[in-house]
Structure formats: C-alpha cells, structure tokens
C-alpha cells in the first residue's frame, strides 16, 4: 500500500481541477448571448470564403519526429528508475546505462544521417 | 512502467535520509491534532483537511496568472516604451480581472464545420494537466498539496497530456491555421520533452528520490551554494529553454505565429474557451518557473540557512514563532524566485525574435538532446568519482 500514499490527494485534486473548466463552460453557457446567425459560424480564412475542409493530407515529417520521440521518451522512462537507485548500484550500473545510451545514441545518428530530423 | 515502479517506491522511502533542516511548518498534523481534541477520528480529519490545501493552491495559481497577465501587460508597455495598462484599478492591476470577466459573457462560438466534441475538449485537456500538476509543487517542508512518491516525474507524464489537446483543438477546428498550429505545438512539444526530462533526470539522479521536497532538502544544507545550479549549469539552461519551448513562449511560439498563422490552434475560438487556452498557457508558464526554482533555484531555501540564522539569533528552530517565519519565508522566497524567472521569460518574449520551425526541430534533436546525454552521463560519473557533492 505504501505505493499509494498521497494519492487520494491525486483523485482529489483532479476532481477539483476538472472541475474548473467545466464550472468556467457551463457559467459561459448561462452568462453569454446566443445567436447563432449565418456567417458567425463559418470557418476563419482572413476574410475569404472558406476553400475547401481542413481535414486534408499533412506533412509526413510530423509523423517522423513522432517516431523518434516514441523512442527517446520510452528511452527516459527506462532511465528514471536507474537515477533514482544509482547511489546503490554503483559503477556496474554506470556502465551498463552507458551501454543502454550508446545504443540509443547510435539510433539517434541512423536518424540523423537518414534525414529524419530534418525538417525540409 | 507501472512495474518499474513499485519496484522503485523502496528505494526512494531508503533514500529519504533524516536531513539536517528542521521540519518545518506541517499545517496537516496541527490541524487534524485540532479536530481530534474535538473527537473526530483522524481519518475524518484527514478527510477533511483534503480540500483545504487543493483549494488554497487552486486560488495561489489562479492570483499568479492574473499576476503574471499583469505583469507582461506593465512589462510589454516599458520595453515599448508605452504606459499599458492605468485606468482599471492602481497602475492598472484590475485589467486581468477584466479581461477575464469579459472573456466570461462572450458568445461560444463553434464553427459550423468543427467537430463540436472535440472542439470542446480540447481546451479542458490543456487546462487541466497544468492544474493538476500543481499537486507537487512545494511551498515549504510540509506545504504542498500531497508529496507522492512519484513526485516530478508526475509532473513529467502531465505534461505529456497536453499536446494531445493542442491536437484535438487544432485538427477539431476543422480550419487550415487552426492544423498547422496544433500539429507544430504536438511537434514542438514532444521535440523539447525528451531534453527536459533528461535534465530532470540529472537532478533526480543527485537526489535519488522523485519527491520535490526531497530534491529541494538536498540543496539546502548549505544555502546558496549548495543550490543544483552550480551542480546542473548545463541542466538548468536545458531545462529552461525547454520550460519555454513548451510554454509555447517567444522565442518558441510558432503554434501561435500572429503573422502566419493567426493564432494557430486558437483561431476559432472565442469566449470561454480561448480564456481556457490562455489561463493553461499562463499557469504552465508559472508553474514552470516555480519548478525551476524548486529543481535548480534551492526551491523555499532562504540564501542563508534559516537554520543558522536562527542559532545566530539564539533561538530553536522548533519555536513555534521561528516555525511560522521560517514557513512564510520559505513561501516568499519560492514565490521570488518563481517571478523573477518568470520577468526573465516575459523579457525574452518581448526583445527576441521568432524561430523558424526548421531551427526549432534542429535546437531540440540536434543539440540539446545530445547536451543532456551528455550532461547525464558526466553527473553520473561525477557522482561516483565525488559523492560527498553529488547527493552520495
């Protein structure tokens, strides 16, 4: 149980913080005029006739670097228990994260060389 | 990672050691104490000390926005040479409120075309990490809403929540700025994420414990100078050009490029939730300088131990009157800190220009993902060469 000391205090205050926007919408709700005429709901393009949806094809890049986060902050996410224990482990541990970094190191050049990290 | 874990909570129970700083203020046990006298049983007492601090954080983060609005609005008018602000209340200080009453009886609008579930969710996912993340952050030994276990790595996963809503809102808007931007904020977002969480890392690494109050006990035997940042120089820089990146701030604020992309993933919205959108950014940009001066800026820690001072003065550190003005100090100094980073940030958004995406993607992969590898790897091997300084 000792993991979960403290966190009724989690489940309390994610309570309370989801209650924050939603009191703010709903006092919106009531407090705002409503008028929902013609034009007002048409989608924004400085000024011109909406061309087209947005809901269109994008760049793959964004999809690239997505890949590469995945990578690096499961990467993080190892680590974080082997800072934490570091002061017992000692120098096995160091080189053994050594190994682990190169590793990912020699991912991150593959990426690099092969253009992933470029944007254009 | 759930595994991990529970493996890991031990380890940080064996390395919170019985530090040399005083306890401090602890509202918690003082106030169940109370009610107990008057026959509540302590688990209605902790009960009903839950909400007592959630709400008084809720209220500090709230007047710190506002604090913080005026701020950039009194900042912005002197680097440009204007006045700002001056009529609503001395020096203008009511113009926040204001503004937020205004925002408060405009019309909701949602586009025709937008996915209007979606639309509405998104601003309610960015709010609420950034609020939520507030749980862990200390104002003193005991002030804080609940120290968890998993402390700043809570923190570290929250803020990972938020680009799912910066995505929701840009792609729900069904408009082309309104794409661009929220797909440059997930990507920016994620780019910077990684070198925050290596530099977090290197501190949690010389603390060896996740717990903020932990890593703050750890700075302050020696006041100012055993603060993380002449131990993290490198980390602290990281670590705040990192906070800005993902703050969505000038030099870093191509989601909301004005010149090219409107307002970016804000565009369609109005009222309510555009208030939302802009109270998340401005918590998260306190929030975050209150956690730089809690990792790196000795957190509650007076630059001269309270501790020596009160000795000096002949005085016990457990004296009730010490324990109150050691806590008020501790609350005051945090909160210094906090604003004088955050001046710094507004500073920056003001006198520096933007960068190109191009420049931003390689910033983030290209140099400070390396540095704080790097930067790890020396803390690491710093600690075993000399572990007297580095958290043993």
């Given at each position: 149980?000792?993991?979960?000391?403290?966190?009724?205090?989690?489940?309390?205050?994610?309570?309370?913080?989801?209650?924050?926007?939603?009191?703010?919408?709903?006092?919106?709700?009531?407090?705002?005029?409503?008028?929902?005429?013609?034009?007002?709901?048409?989608?924004?393009?400085?000024?011109?006739?909406?061309?087209?949806?947005?809901?269109i094809q994008f760049n793959i890049r964004y999809y690239m670097f997505a890949l590469v986060f995945v990578i690096f902050d499961v990467e993080t996410?190892?680590?974080?228990?082997?800072?934490?224990?570091?002061?017992t482990l000692g120098l096995l541990a160091f080189i053994e994260a050594l190994i682990f970094i190169a590793i990912l190191v020699v991912a991150l050049?593959?990426?690099?060389?092969?253009?992933?990290?470029?944007?254009? | 990672?759930?595994?991990?874990?529970?493996?890991?909570?031990?380890?940080?129970?064996?390395?919170?050691?019985?530090?040399?700083?005083?306890?401090?203020?602890?509202?918690?046990?003082?106030?169940?104490?109370?009610?107990?006298?008057?026959?509540?049983?302590?688990?209605?007492?902790?009960?009903?000390?839950?909400?007592?601090?959630?709400?008084?954080?809720?209220?500090?983060?709230?007047?710190?926005?506002?604090?913080?609005?005026?701020?950039?609005?009194?900042?912005?008018?002197?680097?440009?040479?204007?006045?700002?602000p001056e009529y609503a209340g001395a020096l203008g200080v009511l113009q926040p409120i204001a503004d937020g009453l205004k925002l408060l009886v405009?019309?909701?609008?949602?586009?025709?075309?937008?996915?209007?579930?979606?639309?509405?969710?998104?601003?309610?996912?960015?709010?609420?990490?950034?609020?939520?993340?507030?749980?862990?952050?200390?104002?003193?030994?005991?002030?804080?809403?609940?120290?968890?276990?998993?402390?700043?790595?809570?923190?570290?996963?929250?803020?990972?929540?938020?680009?799912?809503?910066?995505?929701?809102?840009?792609?729900?808007?069904?408009?082309?700025?309104?794409?661009?931007?929220?797909?440059?904020?997930?990507?920016?977002?994620?780019?910077?994420?990684?070198?925050?969480?290596?530099?977090?890392?290197?501190?949690?690494?010389?603390?060896?414990?996740?717990?903020?109050?932990?890593?703050?006990?750890?700075?302050?035997?020696?006041?100012?100078?055993?603060?993380?940042?002449?131990?993290?120089?490198?980390?602290?820089?990281?670590?705040?050009?990192?906070?800005?990146?993902?703050?969505?701030?000038?030099?870093?604020?191509?989601?909301?490029?004005?010149?090219?992309?409107?307002?970016?993933?804000?565009?369609?919205?109005?009222?309510?939730?555009?208030?939302?959108?802009?109270?998340?950014?401005?918590?998260?940009?306190?929030?975050?300088?209150?956690?730089?001066?809690?990792?790196?800026?000795?957190?509650?820690?007076?630059?001269?131990?309270?501790?020596?001072?009160?000795?000096?003065?002949?005085?016990?550190?457990?004296?009730?009157?010490?324990?109150?003005?050691?806590?008020?100090?501790?609350?005051?100094?945090?909160?210094?800190?906090?604003?004088?980073?955050?001046?710094?940030?507004?500073?920056?958004?003001?006198?520096?220009?933007?960068?190109?995406?191009?420049?931003?993607?390689?910033?983030?992969?290209?140099?400070?993902?390396?540095?704080?590898?790097?930067?790890?790897?020396?803390?690491?091997?710093?600690?075993?060469?000399?572990?007297?300084?580095?958290?043993?």
């Amino acid at each position: 149980m000792f993991v979960l000391s403290g966190y009724d205090a989690f489940l309390g205050f994610l309570l309370i913080s989801a209650a924050v926007p939603v009191l703010a919408l709903v006092s919106n709700k009531v407090l705002s005029p409503r008028s929902q005429a013609g034009e007002r709901q048409l989608t924004y393009e400085s000024g011109m006739e909406p061309i087209g949806g947005a809901w269109i094809q994008f760049n793959i890049r964004y999809y690239m670097f997505a890949l590469v986060f995945v990578i690096f902050d499961v990467e993080t996410v190892f680590l974080y228990p082997w800072a934490v224990a570091f002061h017992t482990l000692g120098l096995l541990a160091f080189i053994e994260a050594l190994i682990f970094i190169a590793i990912l190191v020699v991912a991150l050049a593959y990426a690099w060389r092969k253009g992933a990290l470029e944007w254009s | 990672m759930v595994p991990a874990l529970a493996d890991l909570t031990p380890l940080i129970s064996a390395a919170v050691t019985p530090g040399v700083v005083s306890p401090g203020l602890d509202l918690e046990s003082s106030f169940s104490a109370a009610l107990e006298g008057f026959g509540f049983t302590p688990a209605a007492a902790h009960l009903l000390w839950l909400p007592l601090p959630m709400l008084l954080v809720l209220v500090a983060a709230v007047v710190g926005v506002l604090v913080t609005v005026w701020l950039e609005r009194k900042i912005s008018a002197a680097v440009q040479q204007r006045i700002g602000p001056e009529y609503a209340g001395a020096l203008g200080v009511l113009q926040p409120i204001a503004d937020g009453l205004k925002l408060l009886v405009k019309e909701d609008v949602i586009p025709a075309k937008a996915d209007g579930l979606l639309f509405t969710l998104g601003p309610i996912l960015v709010v609420v990490p950034v609020i939520l993340s507030w749980l862990v952050v200390p104002f003193g030994q005991h002030l804080l809403i609940s120290n968890v276990g998993v402390g700043i790595f809570l923190w570290i996963s929250l803020s990972s929540i938020q680009p799912i809503g910066l995505l929701m809102s840009g792609y729900s808007s069904n408009n082309k700025y309104s794409l661009l931007g929220g797909l440059r904020a997930a990507a920016q977002s994620i780019s910077y994420e990684i070198p925050l969480a290596l530099a977090v890392l290197a501190i949690v690494m010389m603390s060896n414990s996740l717990s903020t109050v932990d890593i703050v006990d750890q700075q302050n035997g020696a006041g100012i100078l055993s603060w993380n940042i002449w131990r993290q120089p490198v980390g602290f820089l990281i670590f705040w050009i990192c906070a800005l990146a993902e703050c969505e701030r000038l030099p870093f604020d191509l989601p909301e490029a004005e010149e090219e992309l409107v307002a970016g993933y804000q565009t369609e919205y109005a009222g309510m939730k555009f208030a939302l959108f802009y109270l998340g950014s401005y918590i998260n940009l306190v929030l975050s300088a209150l956690l730089v001066s809690v990792l790196y800026l000795g957190g509650w820690g007076f630059p001269v131990p309270v501790e020596w001072l009160a000795s000096a003065l002949g005085l016990s550190p457990d004296a009730p009157l010490v324990q109150v003005i050691t806590g008020s100090v501790g609350i005051v100094m945090t909160v210094l800190k906090a604003y004088a980073l955050v001046f710094i940030a507004i500073l920056l958004r003001w006198t520096t220009p933007r960068v190109r995406i191009d420049q931003l993607l390689d910033l983030g992969w290209k140099f400070l993902l390396p540095i704080a590898l790097v930067n790890l790897l020396v803390t690491a091997g710093l600690k075993l060469a000399f572990p007297a300084f580095f958290g043993g």
